[in-house]
């Protein structure tokens, strides 16, 4: 079996790759009142702040017009590349910082639950979230593989894949259903087009990488939805599963390869996502829950790491095209420093993860349709 050629460095490095793939992302900080000040806010006129969509019945959230800082500075990559352990230049897709306008809308209160994302695949026939095949992972992650300098032979990558493959198969709905006990849990393992199919079910789409952010982090450039400083009572990350704290990259790296993935796929399942709103003192400044945490989030747009140096100050929708899309606000199986609000994570869209999951956005003009 090729599984035998596979040494266990190389699986360490293998599996490290996948996990990077799986997701990539930073700080913001200053006086938050000045910033509140510095950008207005604008509700718009007769709106409801709240609303109950008409099709998934998710509560909704009104976001306000206005400008907000998006992105971190050099200075804040730096601290926090210092900080948590990282390689210099990892965190530099947060930069430059900048100001971006964002017309209204509303946001779903919390992440699309299993039990909601059942509804659409009820009475649509669409296909429940599944083990993705090994030719979509090994489209994932080829340009990634192919970055490595160290020859490594098809036996090895096929290998490290049918792994990887069997660690997701707890995630996924056996008859038509979610795992047991796990209905109002995040939906994961969905793909970027899954989410699209939802979000276009429920007659809403998926948010664009500003709109996530200005949701998650609000006006004044806070690095969490909650402030300023890593807290991992207020979210569900890999602290959370770890049982202590997992200050560094390092840190986490040692507890994911050495505790946790040594445990068998299905026991590691049991504990992962948690029910969305579980945690009210991490939700953002307008009161959106989990976006630091529980599941990764697909975006609407397409990921470029250059993209803040020449993107649009008015409602951003992304690079035009690229080869994956973006996903936000950490999950349960990372550190403190991929939770933040700023970071920017990318996914291939054909794949689902265990930790990908989404939420929809609708814009203010199709509320009454
Ligand atoms: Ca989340």
Same mark, same amino acid.
């Given at each position: 079996?090729?599984?035998? =050629?596979?040494?266990?460095?190389?699986?360490?490095?293998?599996?490290?790759?996948?996990? @990077?793939?799986?997701?990539?992302?930073?700080?913001?900080?200053?006086?938050?009142?000045?910033?509140?000040?510095?950008?207005?806010?604008?509700?718009?006129?007769?709106?409801?702040?709240?609303?109950?969509?008409?099709?998934?019945?998710?509560?909704?959230?009104?976001?306000?017009?206005?400008?907000?800082?998006?992105?971190?500075?050099?200075?804040?990559?730096?601290? $926090? %590349?210092?900080?948590?352990?990282?390689?210099?230049?990892?965190?530099?897709?947060? *930069? /430059? +910082?900048?100001?971006?306008?964002?017309?209204? =809308?509303?946001?779903?209160?919390?992440?699309?639950?299993?039990?909601?994302?059942?509804?659409?695949?009820?009475? *649509?026939?669409?296909? @429940?979230?599944?083990?993705?095949?090994?030719? %979509?992972?090994?489209?994932?992650?080829?340009?990634?593989?192919?970055?490595?300098?160290?020859?490594?032979?098809?036996?090895?990558?096929?290998?490290?894949?049918?792994?990887?493959?069997?660690?997701?198969?707890?995630?996924?709905?056996?008859?038509?259903?979610? /795992?047991?006990?796990? $209905?109002?849990?995040?939906?994961?393992?969905?793909?970027?087009?899954?989410? +699209?199919?939802?979000?276009?079910?429920?007659?809403?789409?998926?948010? *664009?990488?500003? %709109?996530?952010?200005?949701?998650?982090?609000?006006?004044?450039?806070?690095?969490?939805?909650?402030?300023?400083?890593?807290?991992?009572?207020?979210?569900?990350?890999?602290?959370?599963?770890?049982?202590?704290?997992?200050?560094?990259?390092?840190?986490?790296?040692?507890? &994911?390869?050495?505790?946790?993935?040594?445990?068998?796929?299905?026991?590691?399942?049991?504990?992962?996502?948690?029910? @969305?709103?579980?945690?009210? +003192?991490?939700?953002?400044?307008?009161?959106?829950?989990?976006?630091?945490?529980?599941?990764?989030?697909?975006?609407?747009?397409?990921?470029?790491?250059?993209?803040?140096?020449?993107?649009?100050?008015?409602? /951003?929708?992304?690079?035009?095209?690229?080869?994956?899309?973006?996903?936000?606000?950490?999950?349960?199986?990372? /550190?403190? &420093?991929?939770?933040?609000? *700023?970071?920017?994570?990318?996914?291939?869209?054909? @794949?689902?993860?265990?930790?990908?999951?989404?939420?929809?956005?609708?814009?203010?003009?199709?509320?009454?349709?």
């Amino acid at each position: 079996m090729a599984a035998f =050629f596979v040494s266990d460095t190389m699986k360490k490095r293998l599996s490290s790759i996948i996990i @990077v793939i799986f997701v990539f992302g930073s700080c913001g900080g200053g006086n938050q009142q000045v910033e509140q000040e510095r950008f207005p806010q604008r509700y718009p006129k007769g709106l409801p702040k709240k609303i109950i969509a008409k099709k998934d019945k998710a509560e909704m959230i009104l976001i306000p017009a206005g400008e907000f800082l998006m992105g971190s500075t050099q200075q804040e990559i730096r601290d $926090a %590349e210092v900080k948590w352990g990282l390689k210099e230049g990892l965190l530099a897709p947060e *930069t /430059p +910082q900048h100001t971006v306008y964002v017309d209204a =809308f509303y946001i779903d209160k919390y992440e699309v639950t299993n039990a909601q994302y059942k509804r659409f695949v009820d009475e *649509t026939g669409y296909r @429940v979230p599944t083990v993705p095949a090994k030719e %979509e992972v090994i489209a994932a992650l080829k340009s990634e593989l192919e970055k490595e300098t160290e020859k490594i032979s098809d036996s090895q990558i096929n290998a490290t894949i049918q792994e990887h493959i069997r660690t997701l198969s707890p995630w996924a709905w056996k008859d038509g259903t979610y /795992p047991p006990g796990k $209905a109002n849990h995040p939906v994961v393992l969905v793909n970027w087009y899954d989410a +699209q199919a939802y979000a276009n079910w429920a007659g809403k789409r998926l948010p *664009t990488e500003a %709109e996530w952010e200005k949701a998650a982090r609000g006006a004044d450039g806070r690095f969490y939805p909650w402030g300023d400083n890593w807290d991992a009572t207020r979210c569900n990350s890999a602290e959370r599963i770890a049982l202590k704290a997992l200050p560094t990259l390092q840190a986490s790296l040692e507890w &994911f390869y050495d505790e946790w993935q040594t445990l068998p796929p299905f026991e590691r399942a049991k504990n992962t996502t948690v029910p @969305v709103g579980s945690y009210r +003192q991490g939700r953002s400044p307008y009161s959106v829950h989990d976006m630091a945490g529980n599941a990764f989030e697909w975006c609407a747009d397409w990921y470029d790491e250059d993209y803040y140096s020449y993107s649009p100050r008015r409602n /951003p929708h992304g690079p035009k095209n690229g080869s994956a899309r973006v996903l936000r606000g950490g999950s349960w199986n990372y /550190p403190g &420093f991929k939770l933040r609000s *700023t970071y920017r994570n990318r996914h291939a869209p054909q @794949v689902g993860g265990s930790p990908n999951g989404f939420r929809c956005v609708l814009d203010v003009s199709l509320l009454n349709r």
